[in-house]
Nanobody, 117 residues
Framework: QVQLVESGGGLVQAGGSLRLSCAASGSTFRLETMGWFRQAPGQQRELVASITSEGSTNYADSVKGRFTISRDNAKNTVDLQMNSLKPEDTAVYYC???????????WGQGTQVTVSS
């Protein structure tokens, strides 16, 4: 069973930075595409950024140039560096893993990010 544990959320002022981390266990990490999603109140969950095991990245247009996703295949971790945060970035952020062959997905429990204006 894959377990994903997120950390690093919190309260920050607009323009500030936060770094989210996700540690994966029980997975074949090198065969997983890792991603960060977010869900604001009353909104659908949306992809923020994803990264393949080879390091190819994909970002939502709303975070391009401000957020950076990275992974450490030796430590089974994926991070999301968030800079120039805006109030509209406020959401619960979820770590996600998807197997590249089976497409089976797992989710973390989520971590709250709140950006005050």
């Amino acid at each position: 069973q894959v377990q994903l544990v997120e950390s690093g959320g919190g309260l920050v002022q607009a323009g500030g930075s936060l770094r989210l981390s996700c540690a994966a266990s029980g997975s074949t990490f090198r065969l997983e595409t890792m991603g960060w999603f977010r869900q604001a109140p009353g909104q659908q969950r949306e992809l923020v950024a994803s990264i393949t095991s080879e390091g190819s990245t994909n970002y939502a247009d709303s975070v391009k140039g401000r957020f950076t996703i990275s992974r450490d295949n030796a430590k089974n971790t994926v991070d999301l560096q968030m800079n120039s945060l805006k109030p509209e970035d406020t959401a619960v952020y979820y770590c996600n893993t998807k197997h590249i062959l089976t497409f089976k997905e797992f989710w973390g429990q989520g971590t709250q990010v709140t950006v005050s204006s």
